[in-house]
């Protein structure tokens, strides 16, 4: 065992702390499934233990991390679910925002990233991979975020025909003449 890590007892739940990388962890046993509570105890426990972020830069900054994060988590949370999530995490950062990062089946994984700002409203930054590769990737307010994420995560895990999501913009073809019989010959 590394010099690093350290078991916590939390709420009946253990926790491993990473002293080197300034992680907590929380492992579920493979054979069992994140219900809508767990995510939730998980992601409140997670809270707690990085609002100190928050805290350090100022008393304001803090309660605003804890406004915005009562209001997007069980909206984030309620939103995955569906899509059975194999591996969920939150933090919060210094710069400040919240991070929640999500891993599902078929190799895709799920970044939302929120940041705090007391004078401009809070920036939503989303991030979607398939199997490292960059499926969607947008700065937008939170609720843009949640349709986007929503519309993705459903095609991906849906049995239709993929839409395939571009990030810059296409330059428009010009239409096609209505009448080939129009269409003059050299």
Known sequence: MSN??????????????DQCVNTISYEVEQDSVFTEKSLIDLSKTCFEAYKFHL?????DILEIGIQEYDLINQELISLILPFDPLKFSFSTTPD???HFFIRFSKNISLFVETFLDIEDRHDTYVQILKSSHILFEKNCIFDNAMLEINNILSDEFSDKPKTYYLSKALKQCRPYPQDLLLVKRK
Do not use: R, V
């Open 55 to 59: 805290e350090h830069i100022s008393k």
């Open 96 to 98: 400040p925002s919240l």
């Open 4 to 17: 690093c890590l350290s078991t916590l007892n939390y709420s009946g739940q253990l926790f491993q702390y």
